[in-house]
């Protein structure tokens, strides 16, 4: 029997409730904010009691809130196809803080932890093959942090002279530029440009 997302909300929180920090349904969602340290574990239990039944990880993903002391979150958005259900289970992490890896639980974890780790820095203790997996060789930093320059700090272009592609910082010939009139999708109002007489309206003498 397929339990509501109520029933199965408590149903979760008095079996692992000591690792629930928050849980809420929000847009027909169910969601578990949990303590890192305890992570591991409360997958677990997802995945092998009877009345959750979670055998799919079906993403991965990470979010940075640079504001928060604790600015990453990691989310696991797990699927019961047994149950017909989705769950989304977050744990928080700060900078060079390791979350526990769940290959050992999930197998397809392991190129989901592979890319959070790319692309935001989080490291996953106990992943067996963590490295980059979306940037290229010699990348620096980490592209989805809210914090990156867009023009990131190393830039990749075909050398005509060497017949490679060579790596080199970023060169920005042009930072910004300064414009001494409005936009002209809101009308030129403080300068008058030349051609600009063509378009004045004739004025109509009243009778």
Known sequence: ?????????DYVAADRGDAVIKREIALGELTFVVRREQLHSFITFLKRDEKCAFNQLANLCGADYPEREERFDVV???LSLTLNQRIRVVVM???????????????????????????????????????????????EGHPLRKD???????????????????????TLTQDFRNFDFVSPWEGMTTVQLPGDEKAAKPKVSAK
């Open 1 to 9: 029997m397929t339990l509501t997302l109520q029933e199965l909300s």
């Open 76 to 78: 696991y958005c797990l």
């Open 93 to 139: 992490a700060g900078e060079n803080v390791g979350v526990d890896t769940i290959t050992d639980i999930y197998s397809s974890a392991g190129w989901f932890e592979r890319e959070v780790y790319d692309l935001y820095g989080i490291p996953f203790n106990n992943h067996q093959d963590l490295r980059r997996i979306l940037t290229d060789y010699g990348f």
């Open 148 to 170: 990156f320059p867009l023009t990131g700090f190393v830039e990749l272009r075909y050398d005509e002279a060497q017949q490679r592609i060579v790596s080199e910082p970023v």
